[in-house]
């Protein structure tokens, strides 16, 4: 018999991909292997760190309020970590929104708002208006409602019979354009098709979510900010939730705190997550305006939210988000992601030229290039082939399918992440 139980590895398969590599410690962008290598870490573990591997503000916050309080159920109970996140993001977030409500991770974040704008509508007698709209090339998470809003892919398509139906409309796919013109002289005609659905049919339709101008695992596509403002717009013109998944685009991987800040737009509902404990602990939060909540407060008991997860709330995710929201406020927390916006600038222009290149694009902290392939998508078989030219340079790059993305922790320094475009670079010369 063997002596542990094999760990299955998600988003991975056990027949074609290498076996995982044992991480014995981190630190700033650095993953220490139990082999002596050290990878620069170049996508901040899915997204999720942003000062660094074990830094050392948010590990205290952690060890401290671990002795203190590590958890307690939030339903009939508070605690001061949690009420101090409450303040904390007020001072961040857009302002209309007056509510949060905690979850576990960026999927469940998405399952609240969903469900919240749902039975908002219900809680008012009008349980027909729950429809959703949801964007081409969007994720929004892997448990089953995130997956239906999620466009299809291949993380969904075994699933088709668990997903509810949705709405699906054009996203701002300029490099692909769905309506076949071009950025320089379009008027951001993709989303006349959201405007036809809203005029026949926002009586039915509870909220349009978004991943505001940047769809991650879609592809990395980023959307102008006046596809976000329309968006917002005809929400507002025709009474239905606008809501923001901000998973990925949260805590300044847009250059602004939030990309809803980028666009001066306010949405609805706001989901936040992977960044908001800077990468230390697991949580959800979504955020909404007073006006959505208001439907709850009822003398009514159905008209409660009957939603909550055990660790709904958790104090030591609560003080690593804490710590976090201090480090942007003590540190030169936006001048790094500006400094880290300016090599993307300078490298990917010098990439551009590269004719297996068809797209470069970025946005912030993030950058982005989409190669020409005979058969893009995720399941590229360009993919598996680009990850392990990176990673046997002691390079952590995830391509999505054909498109490469850099995705630092905002401590990155400029050496480190110019040899993260050399590894491209040679990528580029050699492999293509
Ligand atoms: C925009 C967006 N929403 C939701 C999720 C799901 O988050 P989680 O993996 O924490 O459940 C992700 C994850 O990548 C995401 O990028």
Known sequence: MNSALRIWHPFSNSVLDPPPLRV???EGVFLHTADGRKIIDSISSWWV???????????????EQARKLEHV??????????EELAV???????????HMFFSDDGSTA???????????FQNLSRPEKREIVALEHAYHGDTAGAMSVSDDSPFTLPFQSMRYPVHRVHSAYCYRC?????????????????????AERAGQIAAVIVEPLLQGAGGMVMHPVEFLQKVRALCTHHDVFLIADEVLTGFGRTGKMFACDVASVEPDLMCVSKGLTGGFMTMGVTLCS???????RSENRMHSFYHGHSYTGNALACAAANANLQIFEDEPVFDRIRSIAKIHGERLAQIRDFHQVGDTRQIGSIGALELRVEDPGYLSSLRPKLYNFFLERDVLLRPLGNVVYVLPSYVIDPEQLHRVYDVITEMLETVL
């Open 88 to 98: 904390r993001l007020r001072k961040w977030v857009p302002q209309n929104l007056t």
């Open 73 to 82: 159920i939030l339903a009939g109970f508070t605690q001061d970590a949690a």
């Open 290 to 296: 007073d006006r959505v909540e208001s439907a709850y």
């Open 110 to 120: 998405v399952e609240v708002a969903l469900k919240l704008a749902a039975q908002h």
């Open 178 to 198: 769905p309506v076949g013109l071009k950025r320089e002289t379009c008027h951001i005609e993709c989303v006349q098709q959201l405007e036809q659905l809203l």
């Open 24 to 26: 014995t410690k981190a």
């Open 49 to 63: 760190n942003l000062h660094g591997h074990a830094n050392l503000r948010i590990a205290s916050a952690i060890a």
